[in-house]
T-cell receptor
Framework: AQTVTQSQPEMSVQEAETVTLSCTYD???????LFWYKQPPSRQMILVIR??????QNATENRFSVNFQKAAKSFSLKISDSQLGDAAMYFC????????????FGKGTHLIIQP | GAGVSQSPSNKVTEKGKDVELRCDPI?????LYWYRQSLGQGLEFLIY????????KSGLPSDRFSAERTGGSVSTLTIQRTQQEDSAVYLC??????????????FGNGTRLTVT
């Protein structure tokens, strides 16, 4: 079974600084998808960024980028120029596509932005 | 609609009672998913609907849990004889087609269930 591990229960960063959230996963699949979701206090899960495993180029979305290391099964999220609105829980998720229908989520990292 | 709508937003119930949670997906979305988020945990997949049928019920934690979807739209998740360990946030998500890289999930705000 696939597992997703987020080793940082909580991270804190000064506003305007850069922070990296770590995620590792375990799978025997060669083709899969990885996602980072943000969950603010409203509880709604918001897709931040996604990566296809067969693409070597790291995905970027404005201030958000990933460092995807397939051999190491690592998928970290970098947030540049942190803003107060970035404060939330961040979840890493894995999806195999052809197997089980549900996403496998990590336990999340609580990101605090210090003004 | 503009987004996935879930009701109620919060529900407090006594142990042993039945509860129904409702999810109204984005109009036109054929796929619908239920997840459970227990305190301090990530999301746990419960069930997936494609149209009105549920090809994957593997995540339902016990036979006290059931779900249905009618008219390819609204879905209800029913928990019978609730237990304290059922306390969690129940999140619903929908996607245009079966979830894929190009058909991302859109989540609702969830229902926080508290069993006393």
């Amino acid at each position: 079974a696939q597992t997703v591990t987020q080793s940082q229960p909580e991270m804190s960063v000064q506003e305007a600084e850069t922070v990296t959230l770590s995620c590792t996963y375990d799978t025997s699949e060669s083709d899969y998808y990885l996602f980072w979701y943000k969950q603010p206090p409203s509880r709604q899960m918001i897709l931040v960024i996604r990566q296809e495993a067969y693409k070597q180029q790291n995905a970027t979305e404005n201030r958000f980028s990933v460092n995807f290391q397939k051999a190491a099964k690592s998928f970290s999220l970098k947030i540049s120029d942190s803003q107060l609105g970035d404060a939330a829980m961040y979840f890493c998720a894995y999806y195999s596509g052809g197997g089980a229908d549900g996403l496998t989520f990590g336990k999340g990292t609580h990101l605090i932005i210090q003004p | 609609g503009a987004g996935v709508s879930q009701s109620p937003s919060n529900k407090v119930t006594e142990k042993g009672k039945d509860v129904e949670l409702r999810c109204d997906p984005i109009s036109g979305h054929t796929a619908l998913y239920w997840y459970r988020q227990s305190l301090g945990q990530g999301l746990e997949f419960l069930i997936y609907f494609q149209g009105n049928s549920a090809p994957d019920k593997s995540g339902l934690p016990s036979d006290r849990f059931s779900a249905e979807r009618t008219g390819g739209s609204v879905s209800t998740l029913t928990i019978q004889r609730t237990q304290q360990e059922d306390s969690a946030v129940y999140l619903c998500a929908s996607s245009r087609d079966r979830h894929s890289y190009n058909s991302p999930l859109h989540f609702g705000n969830g229902t926080r269930l508290t069993v006393t």
